[in-house]
């Protein structure tokens, strides 16, 4: 079975710049989460996607973030324009649909804002 | 709010001795709870969770946890660790009322020889 795969794996951008991340989920999960990463701390959820429908998008910044899930597959989030503040590693996880269910995490995109 | 705390930020431990990585946690309401684990250069993925049932759950690579509710706990565990357990471990806990999942700041574990 594959794993979650996230593209780019890292990314270098200056300020105002945009910048997107792609993640493909394992085959059959209904959950998908986007979650930030700063260095030395823990995940911290984004985004929580249920099929299509974005069920958890409290914490996602959405002055200059957006995510989108077409046909409840692949995902895509995109930050426009970064911020130095931004330079994080972006980690995308999926799974089968409960919160009791294990995510399975990609290796992150680590993105640094020039 | 939920919230969930990792005591210590770093653990040293020699080679062969146990160890104790300890999570706290507040909620009002039901929780499931997990432990994840990070080796260098790698995703999380998952040691062990709790659901229901008994308390102490085993999880992989010899790890188990202990669910106390009064104390509101999940204290991670190993009675003799090695150098490849070299890694950061993650406790997280899922509020079922309130669907939300949170992740603590991780307690980085070194294995000293």
């Known amino acids: 079975e594959a794993g979650v795969v996230q593209s780019p794996r890292y990314k270098i951008i200056e300020k105002k710049q945009p910048v997107a991340f792609w993640c493909n989920p394992i085959s059959g999960h209904n959950t998908l989460y986007w979650y930030l990463q700063n260095l030395g701390q823990g995940p911290e959820l984004l985004i929580r996607y249920e099929n299509e429908e974005a069920v958890d998008d409290s914490q996602l910044p959405k002055d200059r973030f957006s995510a989108e899930r077409l046909k409840g597959v692949d995902s895509t989030l995109k930050i426009q324009p970064a911020e130095l503040g931004d330079s994080a590693v972006y980690l995308c996880a999926s799974s089968r649909g409960q919160l009791s269910d294990t995510q399975y995490f990609g290796p992150g995109t680590r993105l640094t804002v020039l | 709010a939920q919230s969930v705390t990792q005591l210590d930020s770093q653990v040293p431990v020699f080679e062969e001795a146990p160890v104790e990585l300890r999570c706290n946690y507040s909620?009002?309401?039901?929780?499931?709870l997990f432990w994840y684990v990070q080796y260098p250069n790698q995703g999380l993925q998952l040691l062990l969770k709790y659901l229901s049932g008994s308390t102490l759950v085993k999880g992989i690579n010899g790890f188990e946890a202990e669910f106390n509710k009064s104390q509101t706990s999940f204290h991670l565990r190993k009675p003799s660790v090695h150098i490849s357990d070299t890694a950061e471990y993650f406790c997280a806990v899922s509020d079922r009322q309130n669907d939300k999942i949170i992740f603590g700041k991780g307690t980085r574990l070194h294995i000293l020889p």
């Open positions: 909620s009002s309401v039901s929780v499931y």
